[in-house]
């Protein structure tokens, strides 16, 4: 399960009445308060990062959804793999969500899980992630910093989709990546299903990809050639 690193974002995709508070109707919630009582609601905190090794169905399946456009979706999931080569190779698996009104998920996976603390110099370091969305502008300069830094760091970006790919400095980003070493794919069916068995909260379902998982995948990869081929 997810371990919350801040506050519980707790009014995430509620809707009037499931919560057990009135409706738009005026109809009692499920605690049976009447209408027009007055609720004292808490104060919310901050939005939050959170990690974790597995996450919820539902997440995956809107959050992964590889459509042209990201509408509604207001967050990335990031799912790495790290992996400490040497003669007895080292893998640790899990995954970052943020909110994006706070630490993206890219930039908090160097603060969070393996950063300068975790980068010894006499080791080689291979880092995979699946991306719900490719990383913006801002988040691309920073992996561009740290993987200048530490040249025995080598790292591959997966993405379900493009973010903003219309956007000059996102383009801009995304060829600076390549420059770094950084190598960009768009993920496949066969990563999604990878995805969904190691680090969703499948409960044996096997995966059922959407109808046009195949289609939307390739026009992504066809876009990312354009932008990565672009002088």
Known sequence: MAEKKEVANATENSKPGEDGKPGQDGKPGEDGEEPGEKIELPELGPFEIITGRRFMIHYFKFQFKNVEYSSGRNKTFLCYVVETLGEDTVKTEGFLEDEHSTTHAEDAFFNQIFGPQQCSGDLKYQ????????????????????????????????????????????????????????????????DFIFCWDTYVENEGEAFQPWEDIQENSSYHEEKLHEILEKA
């Open 127 to 190: 880092l995979t992630w699946y991306v719900s969305s490719s990383p913006c502008a801002a988040c691309a300069t920073r992996i561009v910093e740290f993987l200048r830094r530490y040249p025995n760091v080598s790292l591959t970006i997966l993405a379900a989709r493009l973010f903003m790919w219309e956007e000059p400095e996102v383009q801009d980003g995304l060829r600076m990546l390549k420059a770094a070493g950084c190598r960009l794919r768009i993920m496949k069916p066969v």
